[in-house]
């Protein structure tokens, strides 16, 4: 069974910092591009950052660009995304993302899902 799970939420003020992780089982995610969305209360969910599968290649949102980094580590399947700086508008339950088959652009379309890690950034 292919899963992505996420951890790393929770409640911060703004101004901190936060790391999210995302660990995926079932089958390798070496050649997947993988990311990062969020959903806001009320809201869909949108797009936050993507790395593809080929080296140094990342895109961001534009209201995350400077302050959120993705990275991945291969050898433990896993995608981070550091967060700093964070603010109230930052909060909503983010879920990870993978898009297999070697794909050349950075936004999908998206085959796995994970469950999603709630982060509340206060005022």
């Known amino acids: 069974q292919v899963q992505l799970v996420e951890s790393g939420g929770g409640l911060v003020q703004a101004g901190d910092s936060l790391r999210l992780s995302c660990v995926g089982s079932g089958r390798s995610f070496r050649e997947d591009t993988m990311a990062w969305f969020r959903q806001a209360p009320g809201k869909e969910r949108v797009f936050v950052a993507a790395?593809?599968?080929?080296?140094?290649?990342?895109v961001y949102e534009d209201d995350v660009k400077g302050r959120f980094i993705i990275t991945r580590d291969n050898t433990k399947n896993t995608v981070d995304l550091q967060m700093y700086d964070l603010k109230p508008e930052d909060t909503a339950v983010y879920f990870c993302a993978s898009a297999s088959g070697k794909k050349l652009n950075l936004y999908g379309p998206w085959d796995y899902w994970g469950q999603g890690t709630q982060v509340i950034v206060s005022s």
């Open positions: 790395i593809s599968w080929l080296p140094d290649r990342t």
